[in-house]
């Protein structure tokens, strides 16, 4: 258990290093560069605000992504964000430590890729012949924040983190639900549904089961999957409070899984036809001059960096010849 760690949330190195992390990913944004311009006096102020007690959290303010899906994301103002990765980089290594190793979402150096190359690892095992794939009704939204808190608490004794968590978590949200789009979040979301994981491993006895935040699959004999839904429901239900959606569902492993955005087999993965759909539509896009070079370029590093591995890979690679010939007729 994490005692006396508020002070080293508040170091100035942590609250640079947090500021590091934040403007990595938001490098040239307005916000970014504002709070740069005077950053030594920005860090200080909320160093004396957090020892003092005097911080407050920030508004969200909501926005709406349409990939790979409609998801509302709600972001903080940039010293809030600056305050979370703080919090993050002290209390998240010890409790990533307790999670099983078959969790790839949100954790470093795991990730999708590494997901698939585990699923296609079990479906070798002869005994495999089907899988049991689960989803969670509207996670996110649906967390219950007394369980959320608790479980924390099982981790953390010093009252001052546990108060700034409380804070966060509960900010425009009295019972249930975190926010998409945090740093906090993601690890608030990755801490409930370890519960779930050490049930399956631990309780059920699973040895073929993967979990990619709210998206989890376990593979074995068609029967013993049949119990394993009644008990995994029954569970989710009554310790987290939580359901089950329409999309869980028991299939052939010889078919074909997809998961994480691939289509897994035995000796190799694929991209999802959507997604092999909906990356033809935003190049045709860019070339339309629909879609700004800056942030085409950030999204195709990402998706070519998802199909590395695959068998989909020479469809991007031709995906960006057509780009560059574009480019190059442009040039001329």
Not at 51 to 79: C, M, T, V
Not at 148 to 153: D, P, V
Not at 194 to 213: A, G, P, Q
């Amino acid at each position: 258990m994490m005692d006396d760690i508020f002070e080293k949330i508040c170091s100035f190195d942590n609250l640079l290093e947090a500021f590091k992390t934040v403007s990595s990913e938001h490098r040239y944004k307005p916000a970014s560069l504002k709070f740069y311009a005077h950053l030594e006096e920005n860090l200080i102020e909320l160093q004396n605000e957090l020892l003092w007690g005097l911080y407050r959290l920030g508004d969200f303010y909501s926005f709406i992504k349409y990939e790979p899906k409609r998801r509302e994301i709600n972001a903080l103002p940039y010293r809030d964000r600056v305050v979370q990765s703080a919090i993050c980089n002290v209390i998240e290594p010890d409790i990533t430590k307790t999670f099983i190793y078959d969790s790839y979402a949100c954790i470093k150096g795991r990730g999708a890729l590494k997901a698939a190359g585990r699923i296609s690892y079990f479906l070798g095992k002869q005994k495999n012949e089907f899988y049991l794939k689960c989803d969670i009704t509207k996670y996110f939204y649906n967390v219950d924040l007394d369980i959320a808190f608790n479980l924390y608490k099982r981790h953390i004794s010093d009252v001052r983190t546990l108060n700034l968590i409380f804070q966060i978590l509960h900010k425009d949200n009295p019972e249930r639900g975190i926010k998409i789009g945090n740093r906090l979040s993601q690890l608030t979301a990755n801490l409930y549904l370890n519960e779930l994981d050490r049930f399956i491993k631990h309780e059920l006895k699973v040895k073929y089961y993967v979990r990619y935040m709210d998206d989890f699959l376990l593979l074995g004999d068609k029967a013993e999957l049949k119990r394993d839904l009644k008990l995994i429901t029954r569970f989710i239900e009554n310790e987290l409070h939580l359901k089950l959606n329409d999309k869980t569902t028991i299939n052939k492993c010889s078919r074909g899984i997809e998961f994480v955005g691939y289509k897994i087999y035995p000796k190799g993965k694929m991209i999802k036809k959507q997604t092999v759909y909906r990356v033809r539509r935003y190049v045709n896009k860019f070339i339309a001059g629909k879609v700004d070079a800056a942030s085409f370029c950030r999204s195709m590093a990402s998706i070519c960096g998802h199909a590395v591995h695959t068998d989909n890979y020479m469809f991007y690679v031709r995906q960006l010849l057509k780009v560059i010939r574009h480019l190059l007729k442009v040039e001329e």
